[in-house]
């Protein structure tokens, strides 16, 4: 088998025609693994005996005619998502012996489905960075050139789609997480709407920006990932009855273009690419229309007040005493100290500096409680776009995939998120489809093409994601 050309609805079709057994394709990403991700470090963990068992599993379901769409599926997991049983470190020295002591509901969902699970997949440490240079056990590389980043948070689960390590697997995005290391290495990343897929069982980092979602080869594979894990969960507070669903037959066809927010900070090939697709688009049928979101371009400092202070609420229980490590001191105040600067890496310590100071008393009237007041400035400008157009379009990243190291300037790392940042603040759905390459240093990086929808838009982005694919 050609894992490279292969695809979830393309095994599925194999599986059940008895082509292959879901233990030999599961052996080959196991024998993929081994030879490659020594170099490429996507996994921090790989389960070869239980992904073998589970594969077992699913080949006597599929002879019994017990097949749901991912059954014998070998898939990858974030660290930050719990498996019973298993390590989930969310890449951190702070929580390297943690074992979950329950499944996250995603996870219930897939074990429900007959899925395999391959391993445990790097990421930035707590889901905080752009390149999974952040994690305590080292970067991962970018499979296109592993001399370049994979983005982040989810670049582990990226890396591994990409290099034919897993067939599709599990990210996070909390501001881009999922998209902008998708776009990096060339395969489909979906944010799906907030509330629509269960954050229990997944570690928290700003919990009214994390979503769970899939990072796939194609369209139709993000669509059958999405459909496994999305539905209400009663566990998960936030969780969003299953009501209404943009349906798809009343696409209008018509794509918004914010271009003020094209003006500046784009690599000028990156642009092109990002037109070439919209005229694609135009000669597929669609109207390609310019409007004006006059508040996201506050996004970006609206968004790194609200994180680092969700951040800083959150990471306060890992203070040495109630979870994560614990380095012995002679008193409560030095336990603190320790554990935290011991257990947490720079971004995490930032993070919460900064969070800490903008809830500070005297301060969180001047930044926290005014970057809420934007947020719904945000969220409205969003709300009226969707009036007159079924999605809006961006470049995913205003630039491609950075070479390891080269970003040392926190501040620049965060201008990459300009365009992913606006949909968590939003709450809304997003999706990065391939759309070309740009030439760095003699390679051809992907990049990718940000289709962002209203409030249960998925069907539709991912029905003109497909077109996108098409027309490539």
Partial sequence: MDLSKL????????????????????????????????????YLEVWKDSAREEAKAADERIAKGDVKPLTGIPIAVKDNILIKGRIASSASKMLENYRASYDATVITKLKEQGAIFLGRTN?????????????????TKNPIDTARVPGGTSGGSSAAVAGNLALAALGSDTGGSIRQPSAFCGVVGLKTTYGTVSRFGLMAAASSLDQIGPITKNTEDARIMREAIAGYDANDSTSLPENVRTAAKNLKKVIGVPRALLEKGVDPDVLAAFEKTLTDLRTAGYEVR??????????????????????????ARYDGIRYGLSVPAEDISSVYEKSRGQGFGPEVRRRILVGTFVLSSGYADAYYRKARAVRALIRSDLEKAFEGVDAIATPTSPIPAWKLGEKSDPVAMYA????????????????????????????????????IGPHHGEDALLMIGADVEKAA
């Fill in 416 to 451: 990459a998120d300009i365009f992913t940042v606006p949909v968590n603040l939003a709450g809304v759905p997003a999706l990065s489809v391939p759309s070309g390459s740009v030439q760095r240093d003699g390679k051809a990086l992907p990049v990718g093409f940000q289709l």
């Fill in 7 to 42: 695809t979830i609805s393309s095994a599925r079709k194999a599986l059940d025609a008895k082509e292959f057994t879901a233990l030999e394709l599961t052996d080959a990403y196991l024998a993929e693994i081994e030879k490659r991700d020594p170099e490429i470090h996507a």
């Fill in 290 to 315: 310019d409007i004006e979101l006059p508040n996201l371009a506050h996004s970006l400092a609206v968004y790194y007040i609200i994180n680092p202070a969700e951040v800083s609420t959150n990471l």
């Fill in 123 to 139: 990421m930035d440490e707590f889901a905080l960075g752009g390149s999974t240079e952040n994690s305590a056990f080292g970067p």
